[in-house]
């Protein structure tokens, strides 16, 4: 079965780092670009970061650019994302998210979630 | 503000027809992509590349666009079929990701 699984999920106080990781099984992870998106309480959601399918292209959401660091691991199947100097209005939901199958602009694999908290 | 424009609400009677715009720049020069999201859940996409959509997606969904504004079409609505609704559209030009800032669909 197709999935993806995020984890590492916490509070955090502003300005600590944490690294969100995302698990995929089922799918040739290697033949896929991969992004982070995110969603506030009650808000809608934010792309945040996405990465290529051979990791060397990355783009940034402008508010996260700096700060975050996508990346991953296609031998173990793994996509990250590195959070630095987080601040209050990170706090979310973050989705990782396949594309490339159906479209390259489409998301068509969603994780179930992982929430990051920010409080001092 | 969003750079793509939703609506924030439709509310539709079971049987009928919901319709969702999407606006902005953007949608001219890129495919649209629709996605529903549940309370809690993550979102599923329903709709790519403007009016295509994946397997085990009903017909009764249906994309298209126009200069400026794309639409998803809901025929016969159901209470199943409540929820948030995004646009999104992949910008080739900068690489980024854009979403709408989302419809709430309540069927009445």
């Known amino acids: 079965e197709v999935a993806l699984v995020e984890s590492g999920g916490t509070l955090v106080r502003p300005g600590q780092s944490l690294t969100l990781a995302c698990a995929a099984s089922?799918?040739?992870?290697?033949?896929?670009?991969m992004s982070w998106v995110r969603q506030g309480a009650g808000k809608g959601l934010e792309w945040v970061a996405g990465i290529d399918w051979t990791g060397t292209e990355t783009k940034y959401e402008d508010s996260v650019k700096g700060r975050f660091t996508i990346s991953r691991d296609n031998a173990k199947k793994f996509v990250y994302l590195k959070m630095t100097t987080v601040r209050v209005e990170d706090a979310a939901v973050y989705f990782c998210a396949r594309s490339g199958y159906l479209s390259m602009g489409a998301f068509d694999i969603w994780g179930p979630g992982t929430t990051i908290s920010v409080s001092s | 503000s969003d750079v793509l424009t939703q609506p924030p609400s439709v509310s539709v009677a079971p049987g009928q027809t919901a319709t969702i715009s999407c606006g902005g720049d953007f949608i001219g020069r890129n495919n649209v992509n629709w996605y529903r999201q549940r309370p809690g859940q993550a979102p599923v996409l329903i709709v790519y590349?403007?009016?295509d959509r994946p397997s085990g997606i009903p017909e009764r969904f249906s994309g298209s666009k126009s200069v400026g504004t794309a639409t998803l079409t809901i025929t016969g609505v159901d209470v199943g079929d409540e929820g948030d609704y995004y646009c999104?559209?992949?910008?080739?030009?900068?690489?980024?990701?854009?979403f709408g800032g989302g419809t709430k669909v309540a069927v009445l």
């Open positions: 089922g799918f040739t992870f290697e033949d896929y670009g």
């Open positions: 590349d403007d009016s």
């Open positions: 999104q559209v992949w910008d080739v030009g900068s690489g980024h990701r854009l």
